[in-house]
């Protein structure tokens, strides 16, 4: 059994978020304006600027960044073998300790994927 669910950890986050997003309304909504604009196709498709983020959110250890990529990228229907290499590359600029964390990515790819299955299912 996994110690953690992605699943949860983005839920919860954006509850905080949200707590933020009421106490701070301008700052927040600049900071989904940059989001916004930084993942707009362009050059880079939503899905390469998506598996950027996600490496850094690995070299970074940052689970909710894991948690919200890793859920975009199920979203726009990303090739597994894209995202696995895009760990090896976080993982060579960021040693052993991105290593447990493109592990726990993993994770959440495949915990991201079963919900995504199970809503397909039932429909």
Known sequence: ???K???EITQDLNRAIATIRAA??????GFSTMAKAALEP????AIDKELIAL???????CDGCIGFHVKALVRLGVEREKFMETLAVAVYMGG???LMY???AVRALEEFGEA???TASEV
């Open 1 to 3: 059994m996994s110690s």
């Open 5 to 7: 669910s992605f699943v």
């Open 24 to 29: 701070a309304p301008g700052t927040m909504g």
């Open 42 to 45: 362009g050059a880079l498709s």
């Open 55 to 61: 490496a850094i959110g690995v070299a970074g250890h």
């Open 96 to 98: 052993g300790p991105s």
């Open 102 to 104: 493109a592990a726990e």
């Open 116 to 118: 995504c299955q199970s």
